[in-house]
């Protein structure tokens, strides 16, 4: 953390967008502060363009007659229709008269004004009733202490001669590292649950601690997350999963509760069970750990499934969808997990019952439906093959028919592979990773002699029809997955000829006669 002194503040502050605003808003009489995460930022050195910023008319009335649900033009709006004709023809100023707030975007920076509120709520929504309030009152719906932060604009309204207002010491839990909440974390949890969210993802993103009391009262009131729609709660997911460190968000989660509900078949995971002295892993605490292995920087940021199909790479940098793998690549071990009295406790086929698994998931969590699901489920039912491989002779067959199956996400199958040796048995480890470079070596071998990635089988089913004055029925099949073997395993030749006439003699094996053309 920074320590900046009211000096250094005035000086971050003395930008032409700031002066600008306080210009205006003294010009109109308001108090006008910058507040929320761009003062939080500039304390923690983490860049920020977006500025949220309260205004207050001292003139007005804090009653409780005062709603902003009324259709008139409060402060923030004011002041952002004043900034947007001061900054002139390059500003554009978007209204929200029912909601009582404005943007101004300018140049690169968007600025949120809003006019000072409180807020009150009922037990089934996270909707306040919201009416007017002061600045005390505004910062005292802040969710966490290091978001209560506000810097003066204006001329007016300093608070005990100073700019910086810090009301509930968020200077101090930033130097310590803490995540706590300016009220009671009962209320401010119960009253928005979104903010348990917010808080574990606080705490993941800056990797401060949770305060004891706010981490009691996540515990307390974890239930009340069933009110928060699917969206609020994937958005929130999609940030802690980008952190640096995505691991610390998903140990919160399961400490607090919170994973049971949302995700509940992560959380199953997190079991370990002994028989006659012979216990398996804990299956939660190794994904975590293979969710590290993937997002650490010296990883590459794959994760795009095919860069044809998928959005640009803005959208999933850092690998979003390969760490959504590696987050659920163990999925289906709790449904696999079998004992068996000669070799202990098994969890056979849990890769494809894992991938059956991901689609129902994303359908619930509102994930999309599109490439990046089937790129996850790919990757979860493959991620035992390069592993099979490697703990046995690496021949080509085997190679090639991953190479197929992978496709173009090849690379991120065996970073994902490579990331799921956790075992600490640094002799094993090292076994595997050396026999990883072996496939590695093979795949590129196999990729420069044929382009297998892109790989189509060169007999297809219309021209069996065809051949054979077939309709569809099951003896397609046959032929193409024999011709599709014999090419994987280098019986024939990679090319349609070859195919050709393998297919005919198959054919001819199971009885089918060629027809006049």
């Given at each position: 953390?920074?320590?900046?002194?009211?000096?250094?503040?005035?000086?971050?502050?003395?930008?032409?967008?700031?002066?600008?605003?306080?210009?205006?808003?003294?010009?109109?009489?308001?108090?006008?502060?910058?507040?929320g995460?761009?003062?939080?930022?500039?304390?923690?050195?983490?860049?920020?363009?977006?500025?949220?910023?309260?205004?207050?008319?001292p003139?007005?009335?804090t009653?409780?007659?005062?709603?902003?649900?009324?259709?008139?033009?409060?402060?923030?709006?004011?002041?952002?229709?004043?900034?947007?004709?001061?900054?002139?023809?390059?500003?554009?100023?978007?209204?929200?008269?029912?909601?009582?707030?404005?943007?101004?975007?300018?140049?690169?920076?968007?600025?949120?004004f809003?006019?000072?509120?409180?807020?009150?709520?009922?037990?089934?929504?996270?909707?306040?009733?919201?009416?007017?309030?002061?600045?005390?009152?505004?910062?005292?719906?802040?969710?966490?202490?290091?978001?209560?932060?506000?810097?003066?604009?204006?001329?007016?309204?300093?608070?005990?001669?100073?700019r910086?207002?810090?009301?509930?010491?968020?200077?101090?839990?930033?130097?310590?590292?803490?995540?706590?909440?300016?009220?009671?974390?009962?209320?401010?949890?119960?009253?928005?649950?979104?903010?348990?969210?917010?808080?574990?993802?606080?705490?993941?993103?800056?990797?401060?601690?949770?305060?004891?009391?706010?981490?009691?009262?996540?515990n307390?009131?974890?239930?009340?997350?069933k009110?928060?729609?699917?969206?609020?709660?994937?958005?929130?997911?999609?940030?802690?999963?980008l952190?640096?460190?995505?691991?610390?968000?998903?140990?919160?989660?399961?400490?607090?509760?919170?994973?049971?509900?949302?995700?509940?078949?992560?959380?199953?995971?997190?079991?370990?069970?002994?028989?006659?002295?012979?216990?398996?892993?804990?299956?939660?605490?190794?994904?975590?750990?293979?969710?590290?292995?993937?997002?650490?920087?010296?990883?590459?940021?794959?994760?795009?499934?095919?860069?044809?199909?998928l959005?640009?790479?803005?959208?999933?940098?850092?690998?979003?969808?390969?760490?959504?793998?590696?987050?659920?690549?163990?999925?289906?071990?709790?449904?696999?997990?079998?004992?068996?009295?000669?070799?202990?406790?098994?969890?056979?086929?849990?890769?494809?019952i894992?991938?059956?698994?991901?689609?129902?998931?994303?359908?619930?969590?509102k994930?999309?439906?599109?490439?990046?699901?089937?790129?996850?489920?790919?990757?979860?039912?493959?991620?035992?093959?390069?592993?099979?491989?490697a703990?046995?002779?690496?021949?080509?067959?085997?190679?090639?028919?991953?190479?197929?199956?992978?496709?173009?996400?090849?690379?991120d199958l065996?970073?994902?592979?490579?990331?799921?040796?956790?075992?600490?048995?640094?002799?094993?480890?090292?076994?595997?990773?050396?026999?990883?470079?072996?496939?590695?070596?093979?795949?590129?071998d196999?990729?420069?002699?044929?382009?297998?990635?892109?790989?189509?089988?060169?007999?297809?089913?219309?021209?069996?029809?065809?051949?054979?004055?077939?309709?569809?029925?099951?003896?397609?099949?046959?032929?193409?997955?024999?011709?599709?073997?014999?090419?994987?395993?280098?019986?024939?030749?990679?090319?349609?000829?070859?195919?050709?006439?393998?297919?005919?003699?198959?054919?001819?094996?199971?009885?089918?006669?060629?027809?006049?053309?």
């Amino acid at each position: 953390m920074k320590h900046l002194t009211e000096e250094d503040l005035a000086g971050l502050f003395d930008t032409p967008i700031f002066r600008a605003i306080g210009e205006v808003a003294d010009q109109l009489g308001l108090h006008c502060y910058a507040v929320g995460g761009y003062v939080r930022d500039l304390f923690l050195d983490r860049p920020s363009k977006d500025i949220d910023c309260v205004v207050v008319d001292p003139r007005c009335s804090t009653s409780a007659d005062s709603q902003l649900s009324t259709p008139t033009e409060g402060p923030g709006i004011r002041v952002a229709k004043a900034l947007g004709k001061r900054l002139g023809k390059g500003a554009h100023v978007s209204v929200f008269r029912n909601f009582g707030t404005a943007q101004v975007k300018w140049k690169d920076q968007e600025v949120e004004f809003v006019g000072a509120r409180r807020e009150s709520y009922s037990r089934d929504s996270r909707k306040p009733i919201v009416e007017d309030g002061s600045l005390e009152d505004d910062m005292d719906r802040r969710d966490f202490t290091i978001n209560a932060l506000a810097y003066c604009l204006t001329s007016e309204g300093l608070v005990d001669g100073k700019r910086l207002i810090d009301r509930f010491g968020g200077l101090w839990d930033m130097e310590d590292g803490l995540i706590a909440t300016p009220l009671d974390p009962d209320i401010t949890f119960s009253d928005d649950p979104l903010r348990m969210l917010r808080c574990i993802r606080f705490a993941t993103q800056l990797r401060f601690q949770i305060e004891d009391e706010t981490q009691e009262a996540l515990n307390r009131n974890a239930e009340r997350i069933k009110i928060i729609s699917q969206e609020r709660i994937i958005d929130e997911l999609n940030k802690i999963m980008l952190a640096q460190h995505p691991s610390i968000g998903f140990d919160y989660l399961q400490r607090s509760g919170i994973l049971q509900i949302i995700m509940p078949e992560l959380s199953a995971l997190d079991i370990v069970e002994e028989r006659n002295g012979r216990a398996h892993k804990n299956n939660f605490y190794h994904t975590l750990e293979v969710l590290e292995n993937v997002a650490s920087p010296l990883a590459p940021l794959r994760g795009e499934g095919s860069k044809e199909s998928l959005p640009p790479r803005g959208e999933v940098e850092g690998g979003l969808w390969l760490r959504w793998a590696a987050l659920l690549h163990d999925i289906g071990k709790p449904r696999s997990k079998r004992w068996e009295e000669k070799v202990g406790w098994t969890f056979h086929n849990h890769n494809y019952i894992g991938q059956k698994m991901v689609a129902p998931i994303f359908r619930r969590m509102k994930l999309p439906l599109d490439e990046r699901l089937t790129y996850v489920e790919k990757l979860v039912g493959l991620h035992m093959r390069p592993i099979a491989i490697a703990d046995d002779v690496v021949t080509d067959s085997a190679v090639r028919r991953l190479l197929f199956e992978a496709g173009e996400d090849i690379d991120d199958l065996m970073l994902l592979c490579e990331a799921d040796i956790t075992s600490k048995n640094m002799q094993k480890k090292q076994r595997f990773l050396d026999n990883f470079q072996l496939v590695r070596e093979k795949l590129a071998d196999l990729q420069a002699r044929d382009n297998y990635r892109t790989w189509q089988n060169p007999i297809t089913g219309e021209e069996i029809m065809e051949t054979f004055g077939l309709k569809p029925c099951r003896q397609i099949g046959i032929l193409k997955q024999v011709v599709k073997d014999a090419i994987w395993d280098s019986v024939i030749p990679n090319d349609h000829d070859a195919a050709r006439q393998f297919m005919l003699q198959k054919a001819a094996e199971m009885g089918l006669k060629k027809v006049d053309s």
